[in-house]
């Protein structure tokens, strides 16, 4: 069976909702093809700075009663720093947490309320390309049980598949491997630090009591995300995407032997499985253009080298993504359309490119844990060098305007060469 669009979505995380609602906002036929069926779950801290709360609010989404935290609370070196989410002309003051569950559901229903056409259950298998050209002028897929064949055809496809970027990598669109790579685990647990209305970061854990045992490689993030439930996770950082190596099951047990107990971080308590995923960072896959294809979200590599945080970027990168492709519809030869969405990596590039490097030095930075650990002694405990920190590790800053931290982190990412 073959079914026809003005644009395929493969993929309907937040990168591939966001690309079809603002598709479909502007009147496109617009198909999105998801393996999974909605509700699923995605493995996620389920945090969400006010970079990716003002996306939410771009889009029209209703949070009404979702998590809402104010600002970030950071442990390391014996120090326990609060610093609130920024005062900022571009974003909210506050930042939200969901489950993956609801909220990649919230957000597909939008872009569906929209107009965009959703097709669960099939696993885009691999691009169709023009004979000629090479162009990607369409997909195959398997659907249903039956794992029945299928082609999808389109002017534009989007790979908005996640970190396997499947699609992406049968075009030979390969992963960089000297940008950062994270892998990062979490699991739920039902907890009176469900009412905490900060997000919470552990810059050092301790194999054992804290502060009499060894420093294990890594970080912690508790986070509240609502209906008395914590989603708590640890992740390590690489610069160059070599593998760790490192047992993240074991580093999350020692972590948990060691919380205070009034956390209730219990097997008892414990919600869904520890379970982990990699996080592709600082735009290692490119051309995030080329043939017909974009590439948007983690599927460009869109997730930040600070933070670990790649939701914001994949809404962002949906709707510059559609942006672009609406432009180029409109003109009337392939080459047209083409120049027109070449305008897309342009722009992702130019909001990001320069963050992400600096987002690079960092990660070569951190990754030994000698800096990392002067950096939290000697650090946190400067309230001014905090706020500062805490708007460059989270990207809460105003890009033009703004206070002097503002400035300041606008211009180095100016000066340093755009990933
Ligand atoms: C443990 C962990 C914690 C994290 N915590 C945070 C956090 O707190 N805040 C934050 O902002 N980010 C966080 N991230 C990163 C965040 O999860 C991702 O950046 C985000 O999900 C990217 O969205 P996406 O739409 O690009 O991809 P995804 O959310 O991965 O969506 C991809 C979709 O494509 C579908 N798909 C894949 N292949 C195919 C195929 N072949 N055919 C059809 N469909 C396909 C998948 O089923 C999925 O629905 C975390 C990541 C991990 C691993």
Redesign the pocket.
């Known amino acids: 069976m073959t079914d026809a669009a003005e644009v395929v979505v ?7 909702a966001s690309a079809a609602y603002y598709l479909a906002m502007a009147g496109h036929d617009v198909l999105v ?4 069926t909605f509700p ?1 779950d ?8 006010p970079r ?1 709360v003002a996306e939410l609010i771009r889009m029209g989404v209703d949070t009404t009663g979702w998590a809402r935290n104010t600002g970030l609370r950071t442990y390391g070196g014996g120090h326990c720093v609060e610093v609130p989410w920024p005062e900022l002309a571009s974003m909210p003051n506050y930042g939200l947490a969901a489950p993956r569950e609801t909220f ?1 559901d919230v957000l597909i229903e939008k872009a569906k309320e929209a107009g965009a056409r959703l097709e669960e259950g ?3 298998t691999g691009p169709i390309r023009h004979e000629r050209t090479g162009r990607v002028i369409g997909v195959t ?1 398997k659907a249903g049980p039956g794992r029945e064949p299928r082609e999808y055809r389109a002017p534009f496809i989007i790979d ?5 970027a ?2 992406a990598t049968t075009v030979g669109r390969q992963k960089a491997m000297n940008r950062p790579m994270g892998v ?3 699991t739920y647990f039902q907890s009176p630090q469900a009412e905490d209305s900060m997000m919470e970061s552990h810059l050092e854990l301790w194999e054992g009591k804290p502060g009499a045992s060894d420093l294990m490689p890594g970080y912690g993030w508790i ?1 509240a995300v609502g209906d008395g439930l914590v989603n708590v ?1 640890l ?1 390590s950082l690489s610069s160059n995407a070599q593998p760790s190596g490192l047992d993240y099951r074991a580093m999350f047990a020692n972590w948990m032997a060691n919380v205070p107990a009034e956390w209730g971080f219990t097997e008892e308590n414990q919600v869904g499985k520890l379970r ?4 592709p960072m600082a735009f290692n896959r490119k051309p995030h253009y080329a043939d017909g294809l974009l590439l ?4 460009g590599g869109m ?1 930040s080298p600070f933070n ?5 970027y ?1 809404l962002q990168s949906g709707r510059m993504a559609a942006d672009s492709i609406g432009q180029a519809l409109a003109r009337p030869t392939v080459s047209s359309m083409d120049a027109a969405v070449s305008e897309y990596p342009r722009m992702i590039r130019d909001e990001l490119g320069g963050y992400y490097s600096l987002g690079r030095i960092f990660a070569t930075l951190i990754e030994r844990p000698e800096i990392m650990h002067l950096c939290v002694k000697y650090g946190l405990p400067r309230p001014t060098l905090m706020r500062f920190v805490m708007k460059l590790l989270s990207d809460c800053y105003d890009r033009t305007g703004g206070d002097w931290m503002d400035r300041t982190i606008a211009a180095l990412a100016k000066a340093v060469p755009k990933a």
């Open positions: 493969v993929g309907g995380g937040p990168a591939g093809v998801e393996k999974a699923r995605k493995i996620c801290g389920d945090g969400l700075t990716a990649d099939v696993t885009v897929a908005a598949g996640g970190v396997s499947r699609l990062a685990y979490r986070f996770g992740g982990g995923a990699a996080l948007v979200g983690d599927a997730v670990g945080e790649g939701i914001a994949a």
